[in-house]
């Protein structure tokens, strides 16, 4: 209790210097929370694509309804296909006029003639899509197909990408963190070394002396911690309904509020680890 | 209570500060160190509070080796031995109740009897109007005793006092060896090292003399006459 009424007197004392070690922790945990959306999101959406065995042919605006039934008969044929959907251009309009329904002016734009028709094919097992996707690319009445495996792959690239640069910004920010704290803490402690020879003197312990350093790192790891997570939850909420519309059908948003806390948990624990690093490496070096 | 033998201390410049240093010291005895600057004084008192270590030869304080206690137990030697130090010690930015109640504060006393106990020695030393006041507004009469009054914080065994009386006047002076003559009544051994004639030779009290970090003179109610030497050896 002691140490703690002291600390805050230390911090007190020298407002400035407590606000950049919470800045800078601030900056870190902001990070690491984007980060962590990032991560999160990003795992949902492939597990999202993954979970849905899927090929979609867009056929060519002349390919008749003969060419395509037989073209779903000999996919039939095949025994790979669980399930087969056709979408008319008709259908197509349907569907986007329902996905945009609150933009009049993508709804005016847009006609039936614009949209292709086309055939979503679900296989039984996910190995059969590579097969179902080659014959469907050699009809001449079908322009693209869109194969799942290059979503999942092209997001799985961008995801490492992502995880490598992400953990790359948040190493180099803890370690800036990890020295400015240092130097904040030194500082004081430095500043205090004439006191701290006497506390010695009239038998103080070693933990009595570096307690009131160590909490004080654990205070702005904390307070930094706080703010971080509340700016990147605050702004995952503010952003929320523009993702939504971006990430329609993936079971990612809203963020779950038990997800947030258990965030913040986490950065919790990581803040007073690296309050408590920084303030005893802090302390070890100025109180040889 | 005290016993050193053979002790001697040389730092690591090469300087020898103590040479062979051997004596004991009983439980509530008033002992005079002098000596010229640079005998040695301070190094034995820095000794006794395990601030560093003897080179060589054993220092026993009751049941303890000094030399060898180990890290953790000298926080508790220190709450035995009150140090009135050469250069007082005080802190400037916390009043003088503050600076004496802080020895307590370290060990986690609790409040309000660390509060009653520093009343007391606030009257025992005779400052207790000055418990407000920060050390920049005593006079250095009132600083001495606000030291000797920190180093009573843990109504310790022994007090060791390094030149308690070097920047005072003689009444003054006086005074502050009368405070520690009424410590060492009350049973606590008293350890003073001091420049002072008048004060040494008046009380008749033990008297060791170190010159060049030797023990040269152990006195049961000596004088200090080691300027007189100086002056004979001059001539």
């Given at each position: 209790?002691?140490?703690?009424?002291?600390?805050?007197k230390?911090?007190?004392?020298?407002?400035?210097?407590?606000?950049?070690?919470?800045?800078?922790?601030?900056?870190?945990f902001?990070?690491?929370?984007?980060?962590?959306?990032?991560?999160?999101?990003?795992?949902?959406?492939?597990?999202?694509f993954?979970?849905?065995?899927?090929?979609?042919a867009?056929?060519k605006?002349d390919?008749?309804?003969?060419?395509?039934?037989?073209?779903q008969?000999?996919?039939?044929?095949?025994?790979?296909?669980?399930?087969?959907?056709?979408?008319?251009?008709?259908e197509?309009?349907?569907?986007?006029?329902e996905?945009?329904?609150?933009?009049?002016?993508?709804?005016?734009?847009?006609?039936?003639?614009?949209?292709?028709?086309?055939?979503?094919?679900?296989?039984?097992?996910?190995?059969?899509?590579?097969?179902?996707?080659e014959?469907?690319?050699?009809?001449?009445?079908?322009?693209?197909?869109?194969?799942?495996?290059?979503?999942?792959?092209t997001l799985?690239t961008?995801?490492?990408?992502?995880r490598?640069?992400?953990?790359?910004?948040?190493?180099?920010?803890?370690?800036?963190?990890?020295?400015?704290?240092?130097?904040v803490?030194?500082?004081?402690?430095?500043?205090?070394?004439?006191?701290?020879?006497?506390m010695?003197?009239?038998?103080?312990?070693?933990?009595?002396?570096?307690?009131?350093?160590?909490?004080?790192?654990?205070?702005?790891?904390?307070c930094?911690t706080?703010l971080?997570?509340?700016?990147?939850?605050?702004?995952?909420?503010?952003?929320?309904?523009?993702?939504?519309?971006?990430?329609?059908?993936?079971?990612?948003?809203?963020?779950?509020?038990?997800?947030?806390?258990?965030?913040?948990a986490?950065?919790?624990?990581?803040?007073?680890?690296?309050?408590?690093?920084?303030?005893?490496?802090?302390?070890l070096?100025?109180?040889? | 209570?005290?016993?050193?033998?053979?002790?001697?201390?040389?730092?690591g410049?090469?300087?020898?500060?103590?040479s062979d240093?051997?004596?004991?010291?009983?439980?509530?005895?008033?002992?005079?160190?002098?000596?010229?600057?640079?005998?040695?004084?301070?190094?034995?008192?820095?000794?006794?509070i395990?601030?560093?270590?003897?080179?060589?030869?054993?220092?026993?304080?009751?049941?303890?080796?000094?030399?060898?206690?180990?890290?953790?137990?000298v926080?508790?030697?220190?709450?035995?031995?009150?140090?009135?130090?050469?250069?007082?010690?005080?802190?400037?930015?916390?009043?003088?109740?503050?600076?004496?109640?802080?020895?307590?504060?370290?060990?986690?006393?609790?409040?309000?009897?660390?509060?009653k106990?520093?009343?007391?020695?606030?009257?025992?030393?005779?400052?207790?109007?000055?418990?407000?006041?920060f050390p920049?507004?005593?006079?250095?009469?009132?600083?001495?005793?606000?030291?000797i009054?920190?180093?009573?914080?843990f109504?310790?065994?022994i007090?060791l006092?390094?030149?308690?009386?070097?920047?005072?006047?003689?009444?003054?002076?006086?005074?502050?060896v009368?405070?520690?003559?009424?410590?060492?009544?009350?049973g606590?051994?008293?350890?003073?090292?001091?420049?002072?004639?008048?004060?040494?030779?008046?009380?008749?009290?033990?008297?060791?003399?170190?010159?060049?970090?030797?023990?040269?003179?152990?006195?049961?109610?000596?004088?200090?006459?080691?300027?007189?030497?100086?002056?004979?050896?001059?001539?």
């Amino acid at each position: 209790m002691r140490s703690a009424k002291t600390s805050w007197k230390h911090i007190r004392r020298s407002p400035y210097q407590a606000l950049a070690a919470i800045f800078i922790m601030m900056l870190t945990f902001l990070a690491i929370s984007f980060f962590s959306f990032i991560v999160f999101g990003s795992s949902v959406v492939i597990k999202y694509f993954e979970s849905k065995p899927q090929v979609t042919a867009f056929f060519k605006d002349d390919a008749k309804q003969e060419n395509i039934d037989q073209l779903q008969n000999s996919l039939s044929q095949t025994g790979k296909v669980s399930h087969m959907r056709f979408v008319s251009k008709k259908e197509a309009l349907h569907i986007y006029k329902e996905q945009n329904k609150n933009d009049p002016l993508l709804l005016d734009l847009v006609t039936e003639d614009i949209l292709p028709a086309s055939l979503e094919i679900s296989t039984s097992n996910i190995d059969d899509l590579g097969a179902v996707s080659e014959t469907l690319k050699t009809s001449p009445y079908v322009s693209e197909v869109i194969y799942q495996k290059d979503i999942v792959s092209t997001l799985s690239t961008w995801t490492n990408a992502i995880r490598i640069i992400g953990i790359t910004l948040i190493g180099i920010l803890t370690l800036v963190s990890i020295f400015i704290m240092m130097t904040v803490i030194g500082f004081k402690v430095s500043q205090k070394r004439e006191e701290i020879e006497i506390m010695r003197l009239l038998s103080a312990t070693g933990w009595y002396i570096r307690w009131p350093f160590v909490l004080e790192g654990i205070f702005y790891g904390v307070c930094g911690t706080f703010l971080g997570w509340l700016i990147a939850s605050a702004s995952i909420f503010y952003a929320t309904p523009y993702l939504q519309t971006f990430l329609r059908g993936i079971p990612l948003l809203p963020v779950s509020p038990v997800f947030l806390l258990e965030l913040f948990a986490g950065e919790l624990f990581l803040a007073v680890l690296l309050g408590m690093l920084a303030s005893s490496l802090a302390v070890l070096r100025y109180l040889k | 209570m005290i016993k050193l033998e053979n002790v001697s201390k040389k730092f690591g410049t090469g300087n020898t500060a103590l040479s062979d240093v051997t004596f004991s010291i009983d439980k509530g005895e008033f002992v005079f160190i002098v000596g010229p600057s640079g005998s040695g004084k301070t190094t034995l008192f820095r000794l006794l509070i395990r601030e560093t270590t003897p080179t060589t030869g054993s220092i026993h304080i009751g049941e303890w080796d000094i030399g060898n206690l180990p890290k953790k137990h000298v926080p508790h030697l220190r709450k035995r031995i009150g140090v009135v130090f050469q250069d007082l010690k005080l802190l400037r930015d916390r009043t003088i109740f503050e600076n004496i109640i802080f020895p307590l504060e370290v060990v986690n006393a609790s409040y309000d009897t660390a509060k009653k106990k520093v009343e007391e020695i606030l009257e025992q030393v005779g400052i207790a109007d000055q418990r407000d006041k920060f050390p920049i507004q005593l006079s250095g009469g009132e600083l001495q005793r606000a030291a000797i009054a920190r180093a009573l914080a843990f109504s310790p065994e022994i007090i060791l006092a390094d030149e308690p009386t070097g920047n005072l006047d003689t009444t003054t002076s006086w005074e502050i060896v009368k405070l520690l003559q009424d410590i060492n009544n009350s049973g606590t051994t008293v350890i003073m090292a001091t420049h002072n004639t008048d004060i040494v030779n008046s009380l008749l009290k033990r008297v060791l003399t170190l010159e060049k970090g030797e023990l040269v003179k152990d006195d049961a109610k000596g004088k200090n006459n080691h300027k007189a030497k100086q002056k004979s050896n001059a001539s």
